[in-house]
Structures are given as structure tokens and as C-alpha cells.
């Protein structure tokens, strides 16, 4: 369960999504701690934790509690939708 990126699992150590990681693509984009107040660095990162490393994509960055739009995390954004797409 994730309530705007508190990891409610990570708190119960018989929850199921502790026996082993999620593996699904995954796209996680949060602010860093200094710049990000309302969700705690250490709840994104728990949730974090519960994806595969081999099927999460994660973009940390310093804009605080929005999702930036500037070129460069744009490109981010559209290379992990690109991996879902197959040519005909």
C-alpha cells in the first residue's frame, strides 16, 4: 500500500511485499531531502526498495513536491514510456 509515497508496508514486517521485491517496470520521481517536505526522503526510498533494482527507474531530484518539466527529465520521462513500446 503507498498513500502519495508513504510506503505503509514497510512498517509491517509480515506484509507480503517484504518476502521478496515487486518486479514490474517502475517509475519513481521525488524531490531530495532538503528540497522535499511534505513526504520524507526515507518513505520514498522504502518504497523505493520494494521494486526489483532490475525493473525500477528512480529520478531524484531538487524541485521539491512537483514533477519538473525541463528538458532533461523530460527525456528521462519519455525513455522509460519507450521501453513499453514495440515497433509493428
Known sequence: HNIRGR????H???HPWKAAPISIP??????????????D????EALVKMFSEHTRTVIRH???????TGKTMIAEYKAFLRS?????
Request: with cysteine; aromatic share 8%.
Open 41 to 44: 526522503t526515507e518513505e520514498n
Open 7 to 10: 510506503c505503509v508496508a514497510r
Open 84 to 88: 513499453f513500446y514495440l515497433p509493428k
Open 26 to 39: 517502475s517509475l519513481h520521481i521525488f524531490g531530495t531531502e532538503t528540497q522535499h517536505k511534505q513526504v
Open 62 to 68: 531538487g524541485a521539491g513536491h512537483i514533477i519538473p
Open 12 to 14: 509491517d514486517p509480515q
